[in-house]
Structures are given as structure tokens and as C-alpha cells.
């Protein structure tokens, strides 16, 4: 019976720290999200070098009418340790934000990079639930590729769509800035 005891207290025990863990990481990824949005609100300085590219988006379909939106991509210029590194003063996105529109039907979703790793941390959608006609909010954390908190928690069943959907995000806003008139020859 003691060795029952202590064996749950035991996995009790190691349950606690790991929480403890997740949500220290999501302390992280969020403070890291605050100090990127003061970074986006003050602008580009020799002091606060992150760059933006603005992308107005419209589009009229006989069916449904205009859809419109604009894309926001943020970026670290990476300056690296060796010049002979290939990412050697390159854009890495840090973030990116969405904004759709069509009528009554709104979409707003927020991608979140670790500028190390280039990995996806975070996601937030805010869409409209076909369904119901009201907004969905869901929170998205990763941790090295892998969902470590989905909020709502009934939500975690579209993190591997999230994930999906901020690399081709990542990639998209990479492409932004690999041709943008500076880089064409």
C-alpha cells in the first residue's frame, strides 16, 4: 500500500512540474508576444530594427461580392556571428497578422516566430463559426514544432491545421522579402 502511495505521489509530483513547465513556456511566448507588439507599435529605429511589409488585399467575385483584407509581415533583420552564414542579413519573420473581411464574415488570425528556432509559437484565430454566425477565439502554443496548450481546450483537435497554415505563412512572408525590388537583379 505505501509503495501504491508513493508511487502517486510520485506522478502527482511530476504532473505539477510539468505544468509548471508549460506554463512557464507560455509566460515566455507570452511576454516575447508583448515585446514584439511595443516593437510594431513604435516603428523601425536604429534602435528597434523590425521590418515591415504591408499587403492590401481585394477581390470582387460575382457570387458573394468583394472579399478584402490586408496581410501584416514583421520581421528581425538577422545579423548572425559569421558573414559567410546564408541567413547572413536576412529578413526572419517574427510575426505576421491577417485581416479578412466579406460582409458580416470577418477573419483575424496572428502567427508568432521564435527568431531563433524560425519555429511557430503561437497562433490566435479569430473566425466566424459558419455554423452559428459567431466568433470563435482559439489560442495556439507550440513548443519546438509540438502543441503544448490549445485555448479553447476543445480546440487542440486544429492545432496540426494551425501549425500547417503558419509555415506556409512563414514561408509566404519570407518570399515577401527575398523579392522584394532591392533583391531583383
Known amino acids: 500500500m505505501k509503495r ?11 504532473l505539477m512540474a510539468s505544468a509548471q513547465s508549460v506554463d512557464t513556456q507560455i509566460q515566455k ?3 516575447f508576444y508583448n515585446t514584439v507588439q511595443e516593437q510594431v ?26 472579399i478584402k483584407g490586408k496581410t501584416e509581415v514583421y520581421t528581425y533583420l ?21 485581416n479578412f473581411e466579406r460582409g458580416p464574415w470577418q477573419q483575424y488570425r496572428e502567427y508568432l516566430y521564435d527568431p531563433v528556432s ?11 463559426n459558419p455554423e ?6 482559439h489560442r495556439f502554443y507550440f513548443a519546438k514544432g509540438k502543441l503544448i496548450k490549445a ?11 494551425a501549425l500547417d497554415i503558419a509555415n506556409e505563412m512563414k514561408d509566404y512572408g519570407r518570399s515577401i522579402f527575398e523579392t522584394s525590388p532591392t533583391n531583383l537583379e
Open 118 to 128: 524560425r519555429e511557430p509559437i503561437f497562433c490566435y484565430f479569430h473566425d466566424m
Open 151 to 161: 485555448l479553447p481546450a476543445s480546440s487542440a483537435s486544429k492545432a496540426k491545421s
Open 29 to 31: 511566448i507570452r511576454d
Open 78 to 98: 538577422y545579423d548572425g556571428d559569421e558573414v559567410d552564414d546564408e541567413l547572413f542579413n536576412t529578413q526572419q519573420v517574427v510575426m505576421i497578422r491577417e
Open 41 to 66: 507599435k513604435k516603428g523601425y529605429s536604429i534602435d528597434n530594427p523590425i521590418g515591415t511589409a504591408v499587403i492590401d488585399h481585394v477581390a470582387t467575385y460575382s457570387a458573394v461580392g468583394y
Open 132 to 137: 452559428t454566425g459567431e466568433f470563435d477565439d
Open 4 to 14: 501504491i502511495l508513493l508511487s502517486v505521489f510520485i506522478l502527482g509530483v511530476a
